[in-house]
């Protein structure tokens, strides 16, 4: 990637921490608690993109991959639904559980950098944007 790719991606990525954090604000400045649904969802929208984006990985012909891309991806994919439909049940549970498939998600990146399969700007990303977003899930966990 050129160094215009890499700013750009760096603030995409960094853009798409406010969306949970500003129906947050939207909750606690107006009441409005459906404001929780549009933070869950989005946040099982980004946990299913680091999953497509490692299902690309795996088509790529690098050799050794340190996971099997194929099956963590799609399992990370299916657990980010799940706590969609946990959200039936318990928000709260569904935000925390939605952080965790994205810590789990970040774990897997971690070995992706330790093999050389992702770049280490890119890895400084990941786990920042990762970072703020689960945060804002936490946060929403413990008001929803």
């Not at 853009?15 to 947050?24: D, H």
């Not at 998600?105 to 070995?111: A, S, V, Y």
Request: proline letters at 5%; one cysteine or more; glycine letters at 8%.
């Amino acid at each position: 990637m050129t160094e215009g790719q890499i700013h750009l991606a760096r603030n995409l990525a960094y853009a798409g921490i406010i969306p949970p954090w500003l129906a947050l604000i939207v909750h606690i400045s107006t009441g409005l608690h459906w404001a929780n649904f549009p933070a869950l969802t989005y946040g099982a929208i980004i946990a299913s993109f680091v999953c497509g984006m490692h299902w690309g990985l795996c088509m790529q012909p690098r050799q050794p991959m340190p996971v099997n891309l194929l099956i963590t991806s799609n399992a990370g994919a299916l657990a980010a639904w799940a706590m969609l439909l946990a959200s039936l049940w318990s928000a709260a549970f569904a935000f925390l559980g939605l952080a965790i498939v994205l810590g789990v998600l970040l774990f897997i990146d971690r070995k992706l950098l330790s093999a050389a399969v992702i770049e280490p700007w890119f890895w400084t990303v990941r786990r920042n944007a990762s970072i703020g977003l689960c945060a804002g899930l936490v946060f929403w966990s413990i008001l929803a």
